[in-house]
């Protein structure tokens, strides 16, 4: 069987101790299994990636000892094959444009009447203001649009997950309740992680997709883009997360650390291995 892997950093901060763990286990993983490993990036963000973070990763991931089998792919490279996603979801009534600020979301989903709001993988559940927004014509640009939950979620959608052998499901009810209309194309660039995830994860022929389990509840969203999109479902390994002394999450922000502090204060890559247990 093919086992082909990637590291999908997105080039908005240092590369961490978390990133390094994801890596080297995507890395391992598929030289083991005598795969193949790839590197994409996560650009789409193109007012938050940088240019200088992009190259400093990669010349850590180099100094760690990964090697690539492909030149990196670029997400910011790939905008029309998003498009032409969009413009199959658009023509199949899926989509809606959406005109609410974040701000208009927070105030109808915690109106009096609609108990607690909730959250769900990218915040506050959409509560439907636009949903009965004309979806006729071309495909508005410029614009936010929401995948239309209930009428894309049809099936139970399910992946195996190879880190303990289980088979998640989530039915069409809970995506409706627990996801909601998600943003798929965005007012300040085109498209969105979900949306180009996806797409590049097929395009790259990726069999196994190695991240970390903070990524996990956005699995199901995947897996109904495959299916609505007519792509395969990879396999899926969400792995343990590495945090501080405290228990908290390592975030980009959290350049204490950035591996590159750690190479300054002359640690090798072994040492790295051994701080996150490798
Ligand atoms: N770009 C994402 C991140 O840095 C990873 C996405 C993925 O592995 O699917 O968190």
């Known amino acids: 069987m093919s086992f082909i892997t990637r590291f999908a950093p997105s080039p908005t ?5 978390g990133h390094a763990y994801s890596a080297i286990r995507a890395h391992d993983m598929a030289r083991a299994a005598q795969g193949r490993f790839l590197l994409r990036i996560e650009d789409i963000d193109q007012t938050r990636a ?22 990196p792919q670029r997400q910011s490279d790939r905008l029309p094959r998003y ?43 959409y509560p439907g203001t636009c949903r009965d927004t004309p979806r006729t014509g071309p495909r508005p640009k410029g ?15 399910y992946y195996q997950e190879i880190s303990d052998g289980s088979h998640p499901t989530m039915t069409p009810e809970a995506m409706t309740a627990r996801i909601g209309d998600i943003v798929l194309s965005r007012r300040d660039f085109l498209g969105s992680y979900h949306l180009s995830v996806v797409l590049d994860d097929a395009d790259q022929g990726v069999t196994h997709v190695i991240r ?30 590495i945090r501080d002394e405290t228990g908290k999450r390592l975030a980009k922000r959290d350049d204490a650390r950035a591996i590159a502090t750690y190479r300054a204060a002359g640690d090798t890559p072994a040492d790295i291995r051994r701080r996150i247990g490798l």
Do not use: F, N
């Open 143 to 157: 614009e936010a649009l929401r995948l239309d939950m209930k009428k894309a979620a049809q099936d139970t959608v």
């Open 50 to 71: 940088r240019p200088d973070w992009e190259a400093q990763i990669l010349d850590d991931l180099s100094w760690l000892g990964l090697t690539w089998d492909a030149p």
């Open 13 to 17: 901060g240092p590369l961490h101790l």
């Open 212 to 241: 970390g389990a903070d990524l996990a509840e956005a699995t199901p969203i995947h897996v109904l883009l495959q299916r609505l999109l007519g792509l395969p479902t990879p396999l899926y390994h969400h792995h343990r997360l």
């Open 83 to 125: 498009e032409a996603a969009l413009d199959q979801l658009w023509e199949a009534g899926l989509l809606y444009p959406c005109r609410c600020r974040r701000r208009d979301i927070a105030a109808a989903a915690s109106a009096p009447q609609e108990g607690a709001p909730l959250h769900g993988p990218d915040g506050l559940i």
